[in-house]
């Protein structure tokens, strides 16, 4: 896959996301500073999928953190992608993990975690984390600011 921009199918096009995220195409371009540790964050405070028993709405503030290798992650295809979800039924672990494992297949990142803090159901707020190992070294990375559910207070 070329990451040339000239090569991209969705930045500056008119573009729906996809019915499920098995059909959404995240996209790369290259890293303009390939062989520097350095950490980018995309975070998704309004992240929606389905139960898929109940098929009732399910909310979620998603953090990504990864250190790019050769590409980085095109946010507008990344933005279809989480899309994507809004009518995909899965539990918080699926949607949450196989998130992180698609943007590891599509960028090979150095390092990439993910913090997928779930907003309660029956009372139970469900946080799910993942990260491909341990960050570079030297590496500067921030909470991911995301503070503990605490209801009404």
Known sequence: MST???HLTQLGQSV???ADPDQA??????NPHPGT???VRFAAPEFTSLCPITGQPDFAHLVIDYVPGASLIESKS?????ASFRN???FHEACTIGIAKRLVEAC???WLRIGGYWYPRGGIPIDVFWQTGTPPDGLW???QGVAPYRGRG
């Not at 195409?25 to 290259?30: A, T």
């Not at 990344?78 to 989480?82: G, I, M, S, T, V």
């Open 88 to 90: 995909h039924g899965a």
């Open 108 to 110: 090979r990142p150095h």
């Open 4 to 6: 040339s921009p000239s």
């Open 37 to 39: 540790t350095y950490l």
């Open 25 to 30: 195409v995240i996209e790369v371009v290259d």
């Open 78 to 82: 990344l933005k279809l992608f989480l």
């Open 16 to 18: 729906t996301a996809a």
């Open 141 to 143: 990375l921030p909470d």
